[in-house]
């Protein structure tokens, strides 16, 4: 609760979506995703990062009647990355590297609604910190951000597995990118 009013949040369960946002379609998707959950749930969505289509999931958000409840997170100074996961409950990272890596978030408990890679997989499916989906597929994506947006102790399960990755594999700290972080 502290980092979402540290980022001007409002007190919501929180799907914090990273970028970078370089393609419309998954934009769109994001975005209907979200409007899925959001008809089934009470539910927030912070945008973090870059990239041309950053605002086509607001847009999108608009048009389909959930644009309220999207928030666009705007980069500053280093450090604060932490908060920014912090306040997120479910983290859709982006398909490419973006301003927080998979490794921050999972170390900051936070479960995952990835894209499916390689990486991914590795981290996220062994010890069930979240879910893989199939890149494009908006059915799925809301799907399983509605399992744990509506399933708090489901989150939580995640969120212990998410840090024990974070603790267990150092040698996936290379993922790590240089975090840039967010005010409102």
């Not at 978030?105 to 062994?126: H, K």
Request: with cysteine; proline share 8%; net charge positive.
């Amino acid at each position: 609760m502290t980092a979402r009013s540290l980022l001007g949040l409002a007190g919501i369960p929180t799907i914090l979506a990273t970028g970078p946002f370089w393609d419309r379609s998954e934009a769109e998707q994001l975005a209907e995703a979200f409007a899925a959950v959001r008809r089934r749930c009470v539910a927030q969505l912070a945008i973090f990062g870059t990239g041309k289509h950053r605002t086509t999931v607001l847009r999108r958000a608009y048009a389909l009647g959930v644009g309220s409840d999207v928030h666009m997170l705007k980069s500053c100074s280093a450090g604060w990355w932490p908060d920014i996961v912090a306040a997120a409950d479910v983290v859709a990272p982006g398909p490419e590297p973006g301003p927080i890596s998979l490794m921050d978030i999972l170390s900051a408990g936070r479960p995952v609604v990835a894209p499916i890679d390689p990486t991914t997989v590795r981290l996220v499916v062994p010890a069930s910190a979240g879910s893989v989906d199939r890149r494009g597929d908006m059915s799925q994506l809301a799907a399983s951000l509605l399992r744990l947006m509506s399933n708090p102790s489901r989150r939580d399960r995640m969120a212990c597995r998410a840090i024990e990755v974070g603790r267990r594999d150092p040698m996936m700290m290379r993922l790590a990118h240089p975090a840039e972080t967010v005010v409102r």
